[in-house]
């Protein structure tokens, strides 16, 4: 009996060794198991971020290309408030960062001179895909307008009847803007001796005379502008304006005979819009109006009715005698502003920015030899990134 123990414990021995073996077998397996899933994770959250990093690299190409010129007109003057042209525009680009990756822009959304760019990062072979958004602000003008009102020729009356005034805020800066500028010291002094000490402390900026070799007292210069400006695409021009624009779709509306006669205009009630509205006669509001943008009479008299309104931007005020000359002179009686309502202008910097979207390069060179003013820029700047749910 005792000669079978031996190979009893044998065989017990053999089937712990094979259990321990297995299990061992198990461990092992998991644990390749293990590093193939962290293998796996590691390579798929790889392709992730150079997916992610895909995707900012086309917000970052498409900042660029806003800011690049075609034909001496930057894209963001040319496809601004186009995204079907600049989607098709940015697919042309070489949008490969390195070998393996693409982006492309799948959304653009505009609001003023901020669009905000959806941007989608692909990898090769993987099926991985990411979107990545952010703003970009355009270049904006930080120097806004050369006065809140500009007399670009001689000044016959500046009145303000019964309880009218006239209030410029400032604007912010270190140093505010003249808040009317005159064509001579001449028609300065004759405007602070008309207003009274407390009239002058609502202007902000004070009163100024414009330099003797000033554009804005060009009639030529404004000729030009206002010929650069009837050729727009979209620009009213004719009698009647249809409507004044507002801030989120602005106008630009020339005033003006078919044959290019001085045309008056009475707007009754109140105007309100946004744009730019030139009037190559006399303009007549009923109440102060609520515009935001640049107004241009080139006729002898701007009168405003009683009331309160509020211009953001600014009015130009150039009597001109024969538009249709060759060589536009200045009127010889001179400009006529009178209001008995109260008018208050706001800085208008931004607002200007957004206007030159409108125009085209010739026009915003004729602005520039009219002003003097070389159109100082904020750099533009892409901000607020984020991710997009849902891949």
Same mark, same amino acid.
């Given at each position: 009996?005792?000669?079978?123990?031996?190979?009893?414990?044998?065989?017990?021995?053999?089937?712990?060794?094979?259990?321990?073996?297995?299990?061992?077998?198990?461990?092992?397996? @998991? #644990?390749?198991?293990?590093?193939?899933?962290?293998?796996?994770?590691?390579?798929?959250?790889?392709?992730? *971020?150079?997916?992610?990093? @895909?995707?900012?690299?086309?917000?970052?190409?498409?900042?660029?290309?806003?800011?690049?010129?075609?034909? #001496?007109?930057?894209?963001?003057?040319?496809?601004?408030?186009?995204?079907? #042209?600049?989607?098709?525009?940015?697919?042309?680009?070489?949008?490969?960062?390195?070998?393996?990756?693409?982006?492309? =822009?799948?959304?653009?959304?505009?609001?003023?001179?901020?669009?905000?760019?959806?941007?989608?990062?692909?990898?090769?072979?993987?099926?991985?895909?990411?979107?990545?958004?952010?703003?970009?602000?355009?270049?904006?003008?930080?120097?806004?307008?050369?006065? !809140?009102?500009?007399?670009?020729?001689?000044?016959?009356?500046?009145?303000?009847?019964?309880?009218?005034?006239?209030?410029?805020?400032?604007?912010?800066?270190?140093?505010?803007?003249?808040?009317?500028?005159?064509?001579?010291?001449?028609?300065?002094?004759?405007?602070?001796?008309?207003? *009274?000490?407390?009239?002058?402390?609502?202007?902000?900026?004070?009163?100024?005379?414009?330099? !003797?070799? @000033?554009?804005?007292?060009?009639?030529?210069?404004?000729?030009?502008?206002?010929?650069?400006?009837?050729?727009?695409?979209?620009? !009213?021009?004719?009698?009647?304006?249809?409507?004044?624009?507002?801030?989120?779709?602005?106008?630009?509306?020339?005033?003006?005979?078919?044959?290019?006669?001085?045309?008056?205009?009475?707007?009754?009630?109140?105007?309100?819009?946004?744009?730019?509205?030139?009037?190559?006669? !006399?303009?007549?509001?009923?109440?102060?109006?609520?515009?935001?943008?640049? =107004?241009?009479?080139?006729?002898?008299?701007?009168?405003?009715?009683?009331?309160?309104?509020?211009?953001?931007?600014?009015?130009?005020?150039?009597?001109?005698?024969?538009?249709?000359?060759?060589?536009?002179?200045?009127?010889?009686?001179?400009?006529?502003?009178?209001?008995?309502?109260?008018? *208050?202008?706001?800085?208008?910097?931004?607002?200007?920015?957004?206007?030159?979207?409108?125009?085209?390069?010739?026009?915003?060179?004729?602005?520039?030899?009219?002003?003097?003013?070389? #159109? @100082?820029?904020?750099?533009?700047?892409?901000?607020?990134?984020?991710? *997009?749910?849902?891949?």
């Amino acid at each position: 009996m005792r000669s079978g123990i031996p190979g009893l414990q044998r065989g017990l021995a053999m089937v712990v060794v094979l259990l321990l073996l297995a299990i061992a077998l198990l461990i092992t397996l @998991a #644990g390749m198991r293990h590093a193939l899933m962290h293998e796996w994770i590691a390579g798929n959250q790889r392709q992730v *971020t150079e997916a992610f990093m @895909a995707a900012e690299a086309g917000l970052i190409r498409a900042a660029d290309w806003w800011r690049e010129q075609d034909g #001496g007109q930057r894209n963001d003057q040319r496809y601004w408030l186009d995204p079907e #042209g600049a989607l098709a525009a940015l697919a042309g680009l070489d949008r490969t960062p390195r070998p393996g990756l693409h982006w492309s =822009i799948r959304e653009l959304h505009f609001d003023g001179d901020v669009v905000t760019m959806v941007s989608a990062g692909t990898v090769d072979g993987a099926g991985t895909a990411r979107e990545v958004g952010a703003r970009y602000q355009r270049p904006r003008a930080v120097d806004g307008f050369p006065a !809140s009102v500009v007399f670009g020729g001689a000044l016959a009356e500046f009145t303000l009847a019964g309880e009218g005034s006239v209030v410029v805020n400032p604007d912010g800066g270190d140093s505010d803007p003249p808040a009317i500028l005159a064509a001579t010291a001449d028609d300065a002094q004759l405007l602070q001796e008309t207003l *009274t000490s407390e009239q002058q402390a609502k202007l902000s900026g004070g009163i100024q005379a414009l330099e !003797s070799d @000033a554009g804005l007292a060009d009639p030529m210069l404004l000729q030009a502008l206002v010929e650069a400006i009837a050729q727009l695409p979209g620009v !009213s021009d004719g009698p009647v304006p249809w409507d004044y624009g507002d801030p989120d779709d602005p106008a630009v509306h020339l005033v003006r005979g078919v044959g290019g006669e001085p045309v008056d205009l009475a707007v009754p009630g109140k105007m309100t819009g946004a744009g730019i509205l030139i009037v190559t006669g !006399s303009l007549a509001l009923e109440e102060p109006p609520d515009f935001s943008g640049l =107004i241009v009479v080139l006729g002898p008299v701007l009168d405003i009715g009683p009331g309160e309104g509020t211009v953001e931007g600014a009015l130009l005020l150039h009597p001109i005698e024969d538009p249709a000359a060759e060589t536009w002179a200045t009127g010889s009686s001179g400009s006529r502003f009178q209001t008995s309502g109260n008018v *208050t202008f706001e800085p208008g910097g931004a607002l200007w920015a957004a206007l030159q979207g409108l125009l085209s390069a010739e026009a915003r060179e004729r602005w520039i030899e009219l002003t003097g003013r070389e #159109g @100082a820029q904020e750099p533009g700047r892409l901000f607020g990134w984020f991710e *997009t749910p849902g891949l």
